[in-house]
């Protein structure tokens, strides 16, 4: 069994499972599901040492640990979402594409990130965009897909024209060497650096490329959601560490400016990042549908990513590795726990829900899990990954960066405390008494992932050890140090089992506080009244809406920058209006005169 | 067994004329025809036929290389697939049909200029017979008129070069071009101006929209198609082995075809309804194609012209279809429509995602190895405008497939069948042509080197100073 094996193998049955799905809609769900599992089981036996293969010479593949690090984030949020798939709502419509989508856009992204050399990643990474836009388009209708599609081509095309320069200017398309070689010649060097990171910056949706997230993100069926903000945008974060590691800013633009001991281009990176933290965070709190917010909380988040990525010291490429799983795995989460909502009440506006916790405690639970994550509080993942990068910030004297990266961090407590308390807190609305617990085929992925959130938040050493494996095949001088059970910092280390020690006693106590406290009473939401009158409709007594108004009046007038894109857009649009006129009237005339004009110019231009 | 090329234009023309005392049975001779046209290009051997007995140069030659043998065998196939499918539409137009057939196979295979304005002559006086078959006077006369200042300047620059060189036979032609170049400038541009009317460079193109925005099932591919890449082709010939070009008449010419790209685009994205997308689309697809010729890269050039023919023949047809089911082109009417029609779309999709030239399809093949080629000589510029303009068609043709299939859970389906299920024989025909070559682009995009390898091998030594270098899925160059 090697690499190739597999991702034919997935092709194939991606494209059984239509042909089932045509005649049996579940059962091409079930395949999906076995095929996936049989591939993260393979995947996960083989290690990073699986068998390339080499199929027609483009198409070469070799794994690397961050090859297999990537594959394996990915793997297990596409097949824990396969129980999702399961659940899909009986289709009206013919859905029997989506498992084969499904399935090779799965195949692909393994594809991605085995590829040995540019081509065959950029083939792959291309089919995973438009297998996922049509599977956008499964969901509701809009402009969403299409919005991704176009972003996510411009992405392409800046790694597509980066990746010819590097072909032509140093005539090698692998991918390590021809990296390696732009490191060596200054040349067009520089290009290709700021076009990867660009194409990299588009997946990741840092500002000002974000504008498809939350649009993407909203759209798409609840159950390819998951995948696309837990697992899709990683893609970027694969491609922006192998450039920045083998081709660092620091070779190219090491002279003439620096700040803070970094290259003016790399600090300037860094605060794009800090903005894309700084953006996402103060986006999501400003909007009423949970998927929405939590969109633009991946933008916010993708902003740690990069901020690891760029400062490429050992410590902070940890933990952008680490917040990479943290983020994928809660995402995920959040994302299926919005689907399985969606499924259990048909919404996911903020303002139609509340006080669910009741209703889906274990749905809540999950939830709960994926948020502190998210937000970094222990002991979950996300703790670990925001401190090895806050370390890094920290030692190295960004606290500009520094500062944004904690102004996150607190701002994702306020969006992440508001979907908690408006989707599972607060009173239950009378149309939602009859709603019941999300059926056990979707906890258990929930579980699975939340469980993993928690055990690798409190045991993250095998974890951080495997990113200095990465590191070490990087070309890292050195990596990431763990003594005993305390991961090194430059200034404090962290034991997460003592943490987490700590907490446990911290949480007994409060258990026990509960326990012997006098219990509330429950009140219904219509149990009340206002200036002595009854009011019967339960919408009036949302609070959700405008949760955050105060704060969020501080900076409405922020311009948004897709109003950019849509301007680009009507540019286009206005130049073909005009060509449309100029050179497609219908009078026979015009034509004539066009024709006679243009060859009397070009036989003067030849002239002259 | 051998056949000689001349019976392909002969075969057709014999039948246009005799078919009118068979009236009866007209559409038999049609299929017929274009069928044992397909026959005929299988046995013909690369050479050079002479016709009438007369050597070359004063005799009248039909030039048979790789380059006009492939260009036969797709046109000739996509002819006669067109005439078994679109028998109703094409009953009154048998002569001219079959006339249009001899016209362009004459236009592919002669090896002298004068005999080429000639069957051009005849190919527009065809395609303006079928272009008015829809109705539409005014744009058939529209066509009319730019095709009729196009061929004098073709005519008036052949004069102008046959007083200088003395000859009318191409290759003789090239030769005295090579040994005494400049001086045939103006002759040069008025030529290409000529053939730039019928391959719908812009701004010679005016008459395109009102000709293809109403075309029917057998308008679209026929002049959409078909006509456009056997006009292409010809370019090619004409301005790959035949004229030596002067930087800066080339330089000239390659402003027009960056035009045409990027103001082609740009309309397309414009556009909201089917067919109006897709002939913007080809116009700007020919103004690429100008722009590889022109510059030398013929193998790259010839692909592109063969590989756009197919997909736009497909996607043209169905949006005849369409709009006979449907009643309507405009896009936001149509939403959901493959969803009743699964096969017809996806050979629609593969069309489309082949020619924005997205991974699994040829068109990304064709297309990187383009880009390649022109970094390869050191311009960046112009791949990047490629770039950009592929970016803006890549969008505007997912917009038009993902609407059309448009599978959200919230939008009801159309229940419109592209093809009346009552019709059984057309039903079967259409999908079993379609998805024939949509299948051939995805076999093509998962092994693009045979492709590659025959364009290569067929235009390869075309232009010796620019030697295409493919990169294929068995790898490229620095591989």
Do not use: C
């Not at chain 1, 390819?224 to 660092?248: D, I, Q, R, Y």
């Not at chain 1, 994926?370 to 703790?383: C, E, H, N, R, Y």
């Not at chain 2, 301005?239 to 103001?263: H, N, Q, R, Y």
Request: proline fraction near 4%; charged fraction near 10%.
């Amino acid at each position: 069994m090697n690499i190739i094996h597999l991702i034919l193998g997935l092709f194939l049955a991606g494209i059984a499972a239509y042909g089932i799905g045509r005649l049996k809609p579940a059962a091409a769900s079930w395949l999906t599901l076995a095929a996936s599992w049989a591939a993260l089981l393979i995947l996960f036996l083989g290690g990073d040492t699986l068998a390339g293969g080499n199929a027609w010479g483009l198409l070469a593949f070799k794994m690397t640990p961050l090859g297999w690090f990537f594959s394996m984030t990915l793997l297990f949020v596409y097949s824990t979402n396969t129980f999702f798939n399961l659940s899909v709502p009986a289709a009206p419509t013919r859905q029997a594409a989506y498992p084969m989508l499904y399935l090779i856009s799965l195949a692909s992204t393994i594809g991605v990130f085995s590829a040995e050399n540019w081509l065959a990643l950029f083939i792959f990474w291309e089919i995973v965009l438009w297998s996922s836009t049509f599977m956008i388009g499964f969901g509701k209708p809009g402009r969403g897909s299409i919005i991704y599609f176009g972003m996510s081509l411009l992405g392409s095309f800046m790694m597509l024209f980066a990746i010819l320069v590097m072909g032509t200017a140093y005539q090698t398309f692998e991918v390590k060497g021809a990296l390696m070689a732009a490191a060596q010649s200054p040349g067009p060097a520089l290009l290709v650096f700021l076009l990867m990171l660009f194409s990299a910056m588009v997946k990741l949706g840092i500002t000002p490329f974000h504008i498809w997230m939350p649009e993407a993100y909203h759209e798409a069926p609840d159950h390819f959601a998951p995948v696309l903000a837990g697992g899709l945008s990683k893609l970027g974060a694969f491609t922006a560490l192998m450039v920045t590691s083998f081709l660092p800013a620091s070779t190219l633009m090491a002279q003439p400016w620096q700040v803070r001991g970094l290259p003016l281009l790399t600090y300037i990176l860094l605060t794009v990042s800090a903005v894309s933290i700084v953006i996402g965070t103060l986006m999501a709190i400003k909007q009423e549908d949970a998927k929405k917010l939590l969109a633009y909380s991946s933008v916010a988040n993708s902003g740690y990513i990069m901020i690891g990525m760029l400062m490429g010291t050992p410590m902070s490429v940890s933990g952008a590795l680490v917040h990479l799983l943290a983020h994928a795995l809660a995402t995920t989460v959040t994302f299926m726990v919005m689907a399985a909502v969606a499924r259990q009440t048909g919404t996911t506006r903020m303002d139609e829900l509340g006080g669910l916790l009741h209703r889906m405690p274990i749905t809540f639970l999950a939830f709960l899990t994926a948020i502190l994550s998210l937000v970094g509080l222990p002991p979950m993942l996300g703790f670990v990954s925001k401190w090895l990068i806050l370390q890094s910030l920290a030692s190295q004297g960004l606290f500009l960066v520094a500062a944004a990266a904690i102004f996150g961090s607190i701002g994702s407590l306020l969006y992440a405390f508001r979907i908690l308390s408006t989707v599972f807190l607060g009173q239950l609305k009378p149309k939602h008494r009859q709603v019941r617990e999300a059926p056990a085929v979707l906890l258990i992925p929930l579980l699975l992932l939340s469980g993993v959130t928690l055990v690798l938040g409190i045991y993250p050493y095998g974890l951080v050890q495997y990113t200095a494996k990465i590191e070490n095949s990087l070309g890292f001088a050195d990596t990431v140090q763990i003594t005993g059970l305390s991961i090194q910092g430059n200034n404090g280390n962290l034991n997460a089992l003592l943490i987490m020690g700590a907490f446990a006693i911290g949480f007994l106590i409060a258990l026990g506080i509960f326990l012997k406290a006098p219990k509330s009473r429950k009140v219904d939401l219509m149990d009340t009244y206002t200036g002595g009158e009854f009011i019967y409709s339960p919408e009036l007594y949302s609070y959700s809406t405008n949760f955050f108004a105060p704060l969020e009046r501080v900076y409405a007038g922020l311009p948004e920058i897709s109003r950019l894109y849509e301007a680009l857009a009507n540019r286009v649009r206005d130049l073909g209006t005009l060509v449309q006129y100029l050179f497609f009237s219908p009078l026979p005339s015009r034509t004539a005169l066009l024709i006679s004009v243009v060859t009397i110019l070009l036989i003067w231009g030849e002239a002259i | 067994m051998q056949m000689n090329p001349v019976l392909t234009i002969a075969l057709p023309l014999i039948l246009a004329f005799t078919k009118i005392m068979y009236r009866r049975i007209a559409n038999l001779f049609l299929v017929l025809g274009s069928l044992l046209n397909v026959l005929v290009v299988f046995f013909i051997k690369e050479g050079q036929y002479l016709m009438g007995g007369y050597a070359p140069p004063f005799g009248i030659v039909l030039q048979v290389d790789a380059y006009a043998l492939y260009s036969l065998l797709v046109l000739n196939v996509l002819f006669a697939a067109l005439t078994i499918l679109v028998t109703k539409k094409a009953e009154n137009l048998t002569s001219s049909s079959l006339i249009a057939l001899a016209a362009l196979n004459g236009l592919i295979l002669t090896g002298d200029l004068f005999n080429l304005f000639v069957f051009l002559e005849i190919a527009a006086i065809a395609a303006i017979i079928i272009a008015s078959s829809s109705k539409r006077y005014h744009h058939a006369f529209h066509y009319m008129v730019a095709s009729i200042i196009g061929s004098t300047f073709y005519l008036l620059g052949l004069i102008l070069l046959y007083k200088q060189y003395g000859t009318l036979n191409m290759a003789k032609m090239h030769e005295l071009m090579l040994a005494s170049p400049g001086g045939s400038s103006v002759a040069v541009i008025l030529i290409f101006v000529g053939l730039a009317v019928e391959v719908k460079l812009m701004p010679f193109s005016g008459w395109v929209k009102g000709v293809l925005k109403n075309a029917d099932e057998w308008i679209g591919p026929m002049i959409g198609a078909i006509y456009g890449g056997a006009m292409m082709i010809v370019m090619g010939r004409l301005f790959t082995d035949v004229f030596v070009v002067s930087p800066k008449v080339t330089l000239l010419l390659s402003i027009l075809a960056l035009v045409t790209l990027v103001g082609g685009e740009a309309a397309a994205y414009d556009s909201e309804k089917m067919r109006e997308i897709l002939l913007y689309s080809g116009v700007a697809q020919s103004g690429l194609e100008i722009l590889l010729i022109l510059n030398g890269y013929a193998a790259l050039s010839f692909i592109l012209i063969l590989s756009n023919m197919m997909a736009k023949y497909v996607m043209f047809l169905l949006s005849g279809y369409i709009v006979n089911a449907a009643g309507t082109d405009v896009l936001g009417d149509l939403k959901g429509l493959f969803r009743s029609n699964p096969f017809l779309g996806f050979a629609f999709t593969a069309a489309g995602l082949s020619l924005a030239g997205l991974p699994l399809f040829v068109g990304f093949f064709i297309k990187l190895n383009i880009l390649y080629n022109l970094m390869m000589s050191h311009s960046y510029w112009l791949p990047a405008i490629i770039l950009i303009t592929s970016l803006v068609e890549g969008i505007y043709m997912l917009r038009m497939i993902l609407g059309l299939w448009q599978t959200g859970l919230e939008v009801q389906e159309t229940g419109i069948q592209i093809i009346s299920p009552s019709n059984i024989k057309t039903k079967y025909a259409v999908h079993a042509i379609t998805l024939i070559l949509s299948l051939a682009m995805v076999v093509f995009g998962l092994m693009p080197d045979y492709a590659l390898d025959l364009a290569q091998k067929a235009r390869g030594n075309a232009v010796a100073d620019k030697p295409a270098m493919m990169i294929g899925m068995k790898g490229g160059p620095g591989q």
